[in-house]
């Protein structure tokens, strides 16, 4: 079977996010401080050490942590959330990125397709000159949609010019990115990087082949270009059904929680 696109995440697959929290929620309390007079390098520290406890999925960081400072205000959460989405980061690919992805620009049409708030994922885009190093982007957020809604995977389907059982998806999480991918009749390739390498696949939707991270991810389409699409067996490639987590590089198990150092 001949792949003739590559699709990529961003938070966590193709760089390590934290990078972009820990700028934003730097910006976050310095700003909280400069309305209360309190020390931004104390509530930056609470407000870190929080999210380290709930991770990026939990809807009330910001509540719960103003609420501990005594500064809840509907005024001041709202500010927040203005200063978190406006953080113009300064942020780097994870390593070797760069050059994968001239390598696969030169066999592959090269896409991404990202969630979330449009202003936030296009700093980030920005941040990480990704327009001149992929052939096309996709925001979820443009098209009034997220993850994991096919639509979105369709929508650059169409925009590449590829049928689905020709392209492959890749990204961290088993939801958002790989049971979406996997439901608009993509090949999913799960990289256990970042916080939801923990995470479990979704069993109706599991990712075609699991890779530790990126510099695995070659050796994974290497054997994706020789599968048979009518293989019955095909969403087990890589992923044994008496071992469900093996990966790429033959180990047992999912590295489990964040990376601090993102």
Known sequence: MRVEAVFFDVDYTLYDMAQYVRGAFSNVAQD???SCSGDWETLFASLWGKWREVGSEYGHLFDDWLR???LLTESRLRACLEVYHAH????SLYPGVDELLVDLRSRYCVGVITDGNLQRQRAKVDALDLEEKVDLIVYSAALSSSKPDAGIFRHGLRLAGVAPERSVYVGDHPIRDIAGARRAGMLGVR???GEFSHLP???ELRPTYRVDDL???PQALAKLETLDRGNAALSEIGISPASPDRREDGDAGSPDG???CD
Do not use: F, I, N
Not at 88 to 91: E, I, K, N, S, Y
């Open 258 to 260: 964040r990376r601090p």
């Open 88 to 91: 113009q980061p300064a942020l």
């Open 215 to 217: 510099w695995h991810l």
């Open 191 to 193: 990289v256990l990087t």
């Open 32 to 34: 909280v401080a400069a």
């Open 201 to 203: 696949d979704d069993p």
């Open 68 to 70: 501990s400072h005594g």
